[in-house]
């Protein structure tokens, strides 16, 4: 069972630059296409995007499209988000999740078969 630990979470003003990393452990990365989902206060769990295991196909949400990349590094057992152009709404708790299938970028967080604890990203206007 792989576990995953997302990291680079802080406070951003708005207009500014994240990357968040999803380090794997207990499994290889290239085996599970890769998702990540945020959690805004009150809010349901939302997906943001994924990335295939080869990491030559994404997905985004709608409302991240063009200012949010994944890529990933199999190497290092290791995903990136990385988010420029960031605005109060992206404020959330972001977490990385991992899917077996490896068939389709899903976008239902059932989908998921493990997610990590999440990172915290407070962009302040």
């Known amino acids: 069972q792989v576990q995953l630990v997302e990291s680079g979470g802080g406070l951003v003003q708005a207009g500014g630059s994240l990357r968040l990393s999803c380090a794997a452990s207990?499994?290889?990365?290239?085996?599970?296409?890769m998702g990540w989902f945020r959690q805004a206060p009150g809010k349901e769990r939302e997906f943001v995007g994924a990335?295939?295991?080869?990491?030559?196909?994404?997905r985004y949400a709608d409302s991240v499209k063009g200012r949010f990349t994944l890529s990933r590094d199999n190497a290092k057992n290791t995903v990136y988000l990385q988010m420029i152009s960031l605005k109060p709404e992206d404020t959330a708790v972001y977490y990385c999740a991992a899917d077996r299938t490896r068939t389709a970028l899903q976008i239902a967080r059932v989908s998921y078969d493990y997610w990590g604890q999440g990172t915290q990203v407070i962009v302040s206007s």
């Open positions: 207990g499994g290889a990365l290239n085996m599970y296409t």
């Open positions: 990335i295939n295991w080869r990491g030559g196909r994404t």
